[in-house]
């Protein structure tokens, strides 16, 4: 395979696994489609890098998992584009964002399960964002919360998220996910 086919794909890929992820935040689960199984993330920390699982307990050939490291305070400033994430424009602004940190992890039927590492993640509050999903089968996803730097001095980095939220009120959904109460 020449160098251009195999960049290609993997262009391909890193669009895949950010719209399956931003797809997964911003549809609303359909009650007739089959649904697929969510992801099982796992998220460390270990200095400025973030490591994370991204586990497909998924069985059919066409399902699949994507997850990628969210920045989420970019994310918010960016929540009302995920209404609207099929508009071809939204969802180039969303790619282009910023929001995507480090290579999107994705699943096959061939590969279940993929760790990716994310180097030099700076402070802040993040989230991998992960969804699964099959062919005519509803979409489900999970969040696992990141802050960085992890333990002592993170208080920092989750106010300056909180006054992001506050000033942009339309992403308090995203916020409450990424919280864990909704």
Avoid: H
Avoid at 13 to 23: D, E, K, P, R
Avoid at 27 to 53: E, K, L, N, W
Avoid at 91 to 98: E, I
Wanted: aromatic share 2%; with cysteine; hydrophobic share 45%.
């Amino acid at each position: 395979m020449s160098s251009s086919t195999l960049k290609r794909i993997a262009g391909a890929a890193a669009v895949t696994a950010a719209t399956t992820a931003a797809l997964g935040l911003a549809m609303p689960a359909t009650a007739s489609a089959a649904p697929t199984t969510a992801p099982v993330i796992t998220s460390t920390v270990s200095g400025g890098d973030v490591t994370f699982t991204l586990k497909d307990n998924n069985t059919g050939v066409l399902d699949g998992c994507a997850a990628a490291l969210v920045d989420a305070s970019a994310a918010v400033e960016i929540s009302g584009l995920l209404g609207n994430i099929t508009d071809p424009a939204n969802l180039l602004t969303v790619l282009n964002s910023g929001v995507i940190k480090g290579t999107p992890g994705i699943t096959t039927a061939l590969k279940r399960s993929v760790t990716q590492t994310v180097l030099d993640v700076p402070n802040g509050v993040y989230a991998v964002v992960g969804a699964c999903a099959g062919v005519g089968k509803e979409t489900m996803t999970a969040i696992s919360p990141v802050i960085m730097p992890s333990g002592i001095g993170s208080a920092s980095s989750v106010l300056d998220f909180g006054s992001t939220v506050l000033e942009n009120p339309e992403s308090i959904p995203l916020f409450l996910t990424l919280a864990g109460i909704s």
